[in-house]
Nanobody, 116 residues
Framework: QVQLVESGGGLVQAGGSLRLSCAAS????????IGWYRQVPGKQRELVAS???????NYADSVKGRFTISRDKSKNTVYLQMRFLKLEDTADYYC??????????WGQGTQVTVSS
C-alpha cells in the first residue's frame, strides 16, 4: 500500500505563504485523484484541493484563488502552495486519495498555524 508523508507546515503570519509537500512511497498516477485535506480539533476532515491524473484541479470555495495544488511525477510528490493565509487556515493538513475506497492509511499530517 502506498504510504504518504506530509511536510512543510509551520507557523506563519496572516497574509503569508507556505508550501506543503506530500511524498508517496509509490506511484500516485493512474489512480483516483489525490488531494489535500485539513482538520481542526472537533471538526470533520475536509477536502480543500485535489488533482486528477489528467491534471484537473478542484478547490474548496474557502481556498479558491489562494491555494494551488500540483504534483511532480518524477518524485511522486504532491504540493500545496498556500498564499494569503488566514487565521481560519490553521489546521492539520493531510494528503490522501479522493474517495473512500481509494484512500490509504492517513499519514501524520503537517500542522499549519496562522497567527495574527
Amino acid at each position: 500500500q502506498v504510504q504518504l508523508v506530509e511536510s512543510g507546515g509551520g507557523l506563519v503570519q496572516a497574509g503569508g505563504s507556505l508550501r506543503l509537500s506530500c511524498a508517496a512511497s509509490g506511484s500516485i498516477f493512474g489512480r483516483n485523484p489525490i488531494g489535500w485535506y485539513r482538520q481542526v480539533p472537533g471538526k470533520q476532515r475536509e477536502l480543500v484541493a485535489s488533482i486528477s491524473s489528467g491534471e484537473y484541479t478542484n478547490y474548496a470555495d474557502s481556498v479558491k484563488g489562494r491555494f494551488t495544488i500540483s504534483r511532480d511525477k518524477s518524485k511522486n510528490t504532491v504540493y500545496l502552495q498556500m498564499r494569503f493565509l488566514k487565521l481560519e487556515d490553521t489546521a492539520d493538513y493531510y494528503c490522501n486519495f479522493v474517495g473512500m475506497s481509494a484512500r490509504v492509511a492517513w499519514g501524520q499530517g503537517t500542522q499549519v498555524t496562522v497567527s495574527s
